[in-house]
């Protein structure tokens, strides 16, 4: 039989041990053969030091020489704080697989996560593979709303006639030739849009984006009113920074979406049957109106 594929996932983090942590734990339990994947967490600058963390998923068996049965092979690498494209370029730098997986510190890949993308690489050995990212925290409105941006922009570029334009980059996987033939995440989008950038150069050159639902992870990303705030005002800056570079490159004035997407932004929840995007809106207004 023709051995599996080898996978270097790559997982950025900075500052959530404990999220990592269950990331860690639901990599254990895939179903891949264990002999067929290492993983590679780069530490993007993070307060607390993650050795213990790492170690406790990357040690022997105490009793006898055996390996553990859910035991990982994890490089952990330290950077400076350079965000999180930066963090997946120097984390692809010390992978030895020819195949790159990316998730999130934040993220728990599903059981047969890595065997659903390794399916569509050996069918699809040119393409960028793009998975689908569930909602962890459905009782948090504030993750919710999220997840449903999210779904919203999925559902608006790839419903147009160009095809599939982006995926997220904490779900995503691809041969390590043709990322390093592109040159990478472009690491000057510290905030956000990094994955869009890739994914916009990606097609500029003639490769190929499948998206493939089967191909799954959980988003635990716990958020606040205000967290939530802040994470949608970085995502804005950084498309804007996307567009500018888009534009740059074609040498072409900036476009961005028209009006009616933005509409449509706002209507899309209650389209959907769901109110927690517009419950989040409703909590951010009467909180303006707080003393």
Known sequence: MTPAPFFSIIIPTYN???QLA????SLAALDYPRDRFEVIVVDDGGAQALDDIVSAHNSPAHDGDSPQTDALAIQLIRQENGGPGSARNRGVEAAQGPYLAFTDDDCMPHLDWLSQAAARLQANPEALIGGHVLNALTDNLYSSAS???IDYLYSYYHGQDRG???????NMALSKQNYLQIGGFDAKLRIASEDRELCDRWLQQGNPLIYAPEMQISHAHD???????KQHFSYGRG?????????QRAAQAIKVEPLAFYINLLLYPLRQGKRPFNGAFRGYFFSRNLP
């Not at 269950?22 to 734990?25: E, F, G, I, S």
């Not at 920074?241 to 888009?246: C, E, L, S, V, W």
């Open 223 to 229: 958020l606040t009113l205000r967290s939530f705030w």
């Open 147 to 149: 997840q449903q941006l």
């Open 164 to 170: 599939i334009s982006f995926f997220t980059s904490n």
């Open 16 to 18: 959530r041990p404990q």
């Open 22 to 25: 269950n990331c860690l734990q």
């Open 239 to 247: 498309a804007y920074h996307f567009h500018g570079i888009r534009a």
